[in-house]
Nanobody, 116 residues
Framework: QVQLVESGGGLVQAGGSLRLSCATSGFHFAANDLAWYRQAPGKQRDLVARISSTGGRNIADSVKGRFTISRDNAKSSVYLQMNSLQLNDTAVYYC??????????WGLGTQVTVSS
């Protein structure tokens, strides 16, 4: 059974930083591309960043230069380092496998709230 468990969210002031973690199990992590998504209230879920099985990265324009995605195959975990947070980064953040299409059922996500 696939599990995706996001953590690391919280309340942070604008300009601050957070590091999100996603612990996974139930699938061959090292062979999969991984991605972070976010969903703000009343909006659709959007792709934020993705990392391929070979380490290639793609970052959404809205967070480019501020967010970094990384992975640890030994821990079956993917991370999102978020710097210079802005009010419009407030959302629930989710991870999933897959480059273009999420492969598995969504986890609970982790709430990120940026305050002024």
């Amino acid at each position: 059974q696939v599990q995706l468990v996001e953590s690391g969210g919280g309340l942070v002031q604008a300009g601050g930083s957070l590091r999100l973690s996603c612990a996974t199990s139930g699938f061959h992590f090292a062979a999969n591309d991984l991605a972070w998504y976010r969903q703000a209230p009343g909006k659709q879920r959007d792709l934020v960043a993705r990392i391929s099985s070979t380490g290639g990265r793609n970052i959404a324009d809205s967070v480019k230069g501020r967010f970094t995605i990384s992975r640890d195959n030994a821990k079956s975990s993917v991370y999102l380092q978020m710097n210079s947070l802005q009010l419009n980064d407030t959302a629930v953040y989710y991870c999933n496998a897959g480059w273009a299409i999420p492969q598995y059922a969504w986890g609970l996500g982790t709430q990120v709230t940026v305050s002024s």
